[in-house]
């Protein structure tokens, strides 16, 4: 019996994030490269977008690449893009086909030409995919993402556009890669960490988090559904008290 029969369909988490990790110790526990333990990883991306979407989830957001990942060694970097622009490249049919819909947060100005062509091509062509929404943040930081919607607000507070006075968290919220975005529910980390690492800092704010040792390419359809269990079982409070719920 798959855990899908278990989950309570009235209380799914709308949005899940997700941090990919453990693909160099996946590969380097059976002798293989890191880049194969990339390329394993792109499976389970299949597999976990396969099973959200039949979960009904709505929003899935993958920290495919980071703004500090930029500083690894390059042939590293250099392989990991060239892995998106294949995997973009081939699953865009597929997810027009099961109304998935690409969405992207990050700074594409640092992205390689091939990489914003396919992205960009991708959410052309995915966009009016209304069963799951699949966000790849790449090139992505939290921190990078506050300090430019600082930036911006300040612009327009100086072009008379907002006004001081009005800035609030709304505010912030709307000035975010994320404006999109319901907050996340469910925040999972694969592959053993416990920590955030820049990820969806001020979105995250509620959210539950989830960490398991398995790395990312042996993470599946249970294991997602195994994460949405656990999710269910605990009681979100929003700072009330149970009581008030
Ligand atoms: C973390 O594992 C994983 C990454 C930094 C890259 C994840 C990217 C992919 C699986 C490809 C994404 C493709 C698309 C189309 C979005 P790690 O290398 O940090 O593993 P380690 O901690 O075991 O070294």
């Not at 994460?227 to 719920?245: T, V």
Request: hydrophobic share 35%.
């Amino acid at each position: 019996m798959s855990l899908i029969d278990k989950l309570d369909h009235n209380r799914l988490p709308c949005h899940i994030a997700v941090i990919m990790d453990g693909n160099g110790r996946w590969a380097k526990a059976r002798g293989l490269s890191r880049g194969e333990g990339h390329r394993e990883g792109v499976g389970a991306i299949r597999k976990v977008v396969e099973a959200a979407s039949k979960a009904s989830v709505q929003y899935l957001t993958l920290y495919a690449f980071s703004t500090e990942n930029w500083s690894r060694p390059s042939e590293e970097v250099d392989g990991l893009m060239d892995l998106m622009v294949y995997a973009i490249t081939r699953e865009t049919a597929d997810l027009k086909k099961n109304g998935v819909r690409i969405a992207y947060i990050g700074d594409m100005e640092r992205l390689p030409e091939n990489v914003c062509a396919a992205l960009q091509e991708c959410i052309r062509e995915t966009a009016g995919g209304e069963r799951l929404t699949l966000v790849l943040a790449l090139s992505y930081s939290s921190k990078w993402e506050i300090a430019e919607a600082t930036r911006k607000i300040t612009s327009d507070v100086t072009k008379g556009i907002i006004q001081e006075k009005d800035i609030n968290e709304d505010t912030i919220s709307r000035y975010l890669t994320t404006r999109d975005l319901p907050d996340p529910d469910l925040l999972i980390r694969t592959g053993g960490e416990q920590r955030i690492s820049n990820f969806l800092l001020w979105q995250c704010a509620y959210a539950e988090f989830y960490f398991t040792d398995t790395f990312w390419p042996d993470f599946g359809e249970e294991e997602l559904y195994e994460a949405i269990l656990n999710y269910q079982g605990r009681e979100r409070r929003f700072g009330k008290i149970s009581e008030q719920i």
